[in-house]
């Protein structure tokens, strides 16, 4: 049997550590069976592509590349998604925080951060049916955008990468906001890691040109 090539990463806190914002129920049922589910997927389709190469057979490419673009995805904006909450953040990204690189880039981007948090949060609260909005580096402008995603994969920019995910899934918050949506968007703004969503920005300012060579 051969090594799974994604694994299910460990929460960088305890179950209980974001609430009230977020049960502790909801995190353990989010992480251990949803997140799991992706990250099972994805290595399950894998196995599927090496088997229908082997044989050379082909009749389910279409579903096949689907299934690994919805699992992956998935797993990747999961994984995002619990380093950008912690228990002690909120606000906003501050000079004396270390993070004003990243709150200068956002008043270019949007006008400023209270621009930018309407457009983030309706874009998340607004989503159809399950999806995430995010905040994404372009590297072809070197801007900041939001993203409405469709379910994990659809309706993203290229080449972009995601810097802060708020998941909009009912499996997200339905246990604890019912059917509101928008007050889970509101709420989790009070978790959000600047930290590490400065250090994303970082990252993906340095890497840009190696993400998508530029004439």
Do not use: C
Not at 99 to 122: R, Y
């Amino acid at each position: 049997m051969p090594t799974p090539a994604y694994t299910l990463p460990e929460l960088p806190y305890d179950y209980s550590a974001l609430e009230p914002v977020i049960s502790g129920e909801i995190i353990e049922l989010h992480h251990d069976k949803h997140h799991a589910g992706y990250v099972k997927g994805a290595n399950d389709t894998l196995e599927q592509l090496a088997e229908a190469r082997d044989k050379d057979q082909w009749g389910a490419i279409n579903g096949l590349e689907k299934n690994l673009a919805f699992h992956l995805s998935g797993h990747i904006l999961h994984t995002i998604y619990w380093q950008n909450m912690t228990g002690d953040g909120g606000g906003e990204p501050l000079g004396k925080d270390g993070t004003g690189e990243l709150a200068d880039a956002i008043a270019e981007s949007f006008g400023s951060f209270a621009k930018f948090k309407a457009q983030l949060t309706k874009a998340a609260a607004t989503t159809q049916g399950s999806g995430w909005g995010v905040l994404a580096y372009e590297p072809v402008t070197g801007r900041l955008i939001v993203e409405q995603v469709y379910d994990h994969q659809g309706n993203v920019g290229q080449g972009s990468v995601p810097l802060l995910v708020f998941d909009a899934w009912e499996h997200a918050f339905y246990l604890q906001y019912r059917n509101q949506k928008v007050d889970f968007v509101e709420a989790m703004w009070r978790v959000v890691n600047w930290q590490d969503v400065a250090a994303r920005y970082t990252a993906a300012k340095e890497r840009a040109t190696n993400l998508l060579l530029k004439p």
